[in-house]
């Protein structure tokens, strides 16, 4: 039996929260009752890639029963540790505070190579643009620029890497040299613009990171379905699988990238959509107390046009291909490069 498949047992789950979890959260006594919920189970033979939901109900100090949403991340090949070491230093760099927030870190468990943290409940910013709540969208995306502005200040002087080969375009998972070599075997139609994308992706951000004496914390994976409003005007961040040391453009032209996808698909307003891509860029700006100069924009539409060919590729190498919906990203790109395939 695949071992990811014991986190589906709830006298299991139960007894590993006793042993793992009790310690770290002083003010809990007692589990009471787990009842599991598989967010992702994709379970084969011997690896998995899962995030499954334990609704937990627990007893504190005074007896009174609470319920936490309690979830689990896994990946057979890629421990979460470093998921669960950057939540622990993000919970005391004060984003346990205030309205800006991330889940709380919980345990790291190395023989599921999982981690668990308390999830926060709320509204994904996706689902409020599936709904076309204007308000709801604008608000968080000036939550979601003073959330980046504020983790893109802290100091990291001597800092610790949380994920060095997610931090390069070159080595981000599944690497550069990997996307070719499926190009070149599955749609060499597109190899010669793919040589040059990466080609020019890596030498821009090299060129720059090369060059700084400074590198900045970075979400690394920044887009509307990693953000949820909560009550009261308050916003969290979730998924750090790829939170590292790079370049703070990274988090801008990766979600200016999304955020312009995903509302061109569920809203449809072209005009709408750049009207919320500048209120999160200005906004940025203002909490940053930076200026958008030649430098910054060119490295934000590197990574805008890193991210839109990582899309594509997500429809190139999915399990049921859609090259139809590649296709117009990929053009895109062609054209603010200046490429032709």
Not at 140 to 145: I, V
Not at 217 to 223: L, P, S, T, V
Request: hydrophobic letters at 40%; charged letters at 25%.
């Amino acid at each position: 039996m695949n071992i990811i498949l014991q986190l589906l047992d709830p006298d299991f789950v139960k007894g590993l929260f006793k042993k793992e979890l009790l310690p770290v959260c002083p003010e809990i006594t007692e589990i009471k009752e787990i009842k599991i919920e598989p967010v992702k189970k994709h379970v084969w033979r011997t690896t998995y890639h899962v995030v499954f939901r334990f609704i937990t109900t627990l007893a504190d100090q005074n007896g009174a029963e609470l319920t936490w949403q309690i979830y689990c991340s896994a990946h057979s090949s890629e421990p979460r540790e470093n998921v669960h070491e950057a939540l622990k230093f993000l919970w005391g760099q004060s984003f346990s505070q205030n309205d800006l927030t991330v889940p709380r870190p919980l345990f790291y468990s190395p023989a599921f190579r999982a981690v668990f943290y308390q999830g926060v409940e709320g509204k994904l910013m996706y689902a409020a643009m599936k709904e076309r709540n204007y308000s709801e969208i604008e608000i968080a995306l000036t939550k979601t620029a003073a959330w980046f502005a504020k983790l893109h200040a802290l100091p990291t002087a001597e800092a610790k890497n949380f994920n060095p080969q997610n931090s390069r375009i070159a080595t981000v998972v599944p690497g550069k040299d990997h996307i070719l070599e499926k190009i070149s075997a599955l749609y060499p139609e597109h190899l010669k613009a793919y040589e040059k994308f990466y080609h020019l992706f890596v030498l821009r951000e090299e060129s720059f990171l090369g060059s700084s004496e400074r590198h900045w914390y970075a979400h690394g994976d920044a887009h509307p379905e990693n953000i949820i409003i909560l009550p009261n005007h308050k916003l969290a961040m979730i998924d750090f699988a790829d939170f590292c040391l790079s370049d703070f453009a990274r988090d801008l032209g990766t979600f200016l990238q999304q955020l312009e996808y995903m509302a061109n698909r569920r809203i449809g307003e072209h005009g709408y959509t750049e009207k919320i891509k500048k209120l999160f860029l200005s906004s940025y700006l203002d909490f940053a107390k930076i200026k958008l100069d030649e430098s910054l924009e060119a490295r934000i539409a590197n990574y805008y046009n890193w991210t839109a060919i990582r899309t594509a590729n997500y429809f190139l190498f999915k399990h049921d291909p859609q090259p139809e919906s590649a296709r117009p990203l990929i053009e895109l790109v062609c054209r603010n490069l200046n490429i032709k395939k």
